[in-house]
C-alpha cells in the first residue's frame, strides 16, 4: 500500500499506513502556515480492499464547515471524477475506498493541473481572435498570462476575467475553459454577438505558483491574493500588481472574478454594493445580470450567498470591490461549491468539472444580457 502527493498540485502527508481500515493522513499548509483544506494525492494498494483514509487534521483546516456534507472526489484515470463515501466526525475526515484498480486519484475538487492550464493557454491562441501577453512572472518564475480576445476597437466594451486567485478553488478554472470554448466557437451566436460589442481579457489562473504547490489559499509566500488589490506589490502579490496595471491601461467595463466556497452548498455571486463609488447605475446593471444568470443556468439562484456589505463599507483590498470602485463598473465574484449544488444535487459527482463548464457558458449569455447598458 502505498500514497504519494509528488505531482503538481499534490498535498498530502503520511502519518501511518499500517492498517487497511486506519490510514492516518494530514494535509500539508500553505506556505506561511494560515490556511490549509486543498488534498490531492495518488493511491495505490490491492483491487477489492476496502481502505479508510482518515485525515488527522482536518478539524483545524482554514473551513471545517467546509467538511460537513461532503464527499471527497476520486478518479482512475483522472479524466472522469466521482465522489466517494466520506464522513466528518471529532476532527477527522474519513474517506471509503473500495479499489477497483491498483491506483487512484483523490482530492478536494477535480484538479485542473498547471500542464492542463499551458494546454488550454496554447491551444486557445491558434484562434485568429486570440493574443497571448505575459503580464510577467510570478514569485517562482512563472508566466501570468493574459488571453486577449477581440480586435481591440477602443469603441468596444472592455470584459475582464480572472479565476483562481485562490488555486485550490479549481472549479474556476474549470469554468474557464467551458467559458472559453463557447467564446471561441465560431457556430455560436452568442459568442460572435458579443464579440461585436466587446474585447475579453482573460487570466484562467491568477495564482500559478500556489496551484503547482498544492495550496488551497496563497501564492508562494503565502499571501491571498484577493487581499492585496488596494496595493499589491511585486514582493508579495506581483499576480495582482500586473493584473491591477493591465487593467488602469485597458480600462474595465464589467469584472467577473471566479471562486469556489467550501461551506456553501450552492452557485451564487458577491457584488460590490459596499463600495464608495457604487451608483444606482451599477445597481440596475447587477440587478438586469443577476436575472439573466438565472435565466441562462439553473444552477444559479441569489437565495444563499454572502451578507452584503453596508454602503460605503466595502472590503476595497478583496478583487471584485476594488474594480467596481475604481472603474466603476459591474463587478462580481462568483462563487460555485466543493460540495455539490443542493438545489439540484448529483449523488453520483456533486459539483464537477462538467458543471462549471456549463456555468461558464451561462455567464456569456448574462454578459451579452448586460453589454448594451455597461456604460451609463
Known sequence: MRISANFDGGNIETINLDKHDDIQLAIRPDEGGEFYQWFNFRMEGE???????????????SYPKGWEDYQAVASYDRQHWFRLPTSYQDGQLSIQVDLDCE????????????????????????????????LGLTLDGRDMSLLKIGDN??????????????????????LIEGLLNQLLDSDCPTAKLLLDKANFYIV???????????????????????????????????????????????????????????????????????????????????????AALGMASADFQTKYGYDKDEPGKANLTVGSNWVGNTFKCLANTLEMPFKDNDNLPDPVVGWSPARCEYLGEASLLAMLAVVDNLSE
Open 153 to 174: 476597437d477602443p469603441a468596444k466594451k472592455n470584459i475582464w476575467i480572472t479565476a483562481r486567485q485562490h488555486p485550490g478553488e479549481t472549479m474556476a478554472e474549470w
Open 103 to 134: 491506483a487512484i486519484h483523490i482530492a478536494y475538487f477535480a484538479p485542473y493541473s498547471y500542464e492542463r492550464h499551458l494546454d488550454l493557454i496554447s491551444s486557445v491562441q491558434l484562434h485568429p481572435a486570440v493574443s497571448l501577453e505575459n
Open 47 to 61: 483491487i477489492g480492499q476496502t481502505y479508510t483514509l482518515n485525515i488527522m487534521n482536518a478539524g483545524t483546516a
Open 204 to 290: 484562467p489562473n491568477m495564482n500559478p505558483d500556489g496551484s503547482v504547490r498544492g495550496h488551497l489559499r496563497t501564492n508562494a509566500v503565502g499571501t491571498n491574493l484577493n487581499r492585496e488589490w488596494e496595493s499589491p506589490s511585486l514582493e508579495r502579490s506581483p499576480e495582482v500588481y500586473y493584473v491591477t496595471n493591465k487593467m488602469k491601461e485597458t480600462g474595465v467595463d464589467l469584472f467577473y472574478d471566479v471562486h469556489g466556497d467550501e461551506g456553501l452548498p450552492y452557485v451564487f455571486v458577491a457584488g460590490c454594493e459596499g463600495a464608495p463609488n457604487y451608483t444606482p447605475h451599477m445597481a440596475k446593471l447587477q440587478e438586469q445580470f443577476l
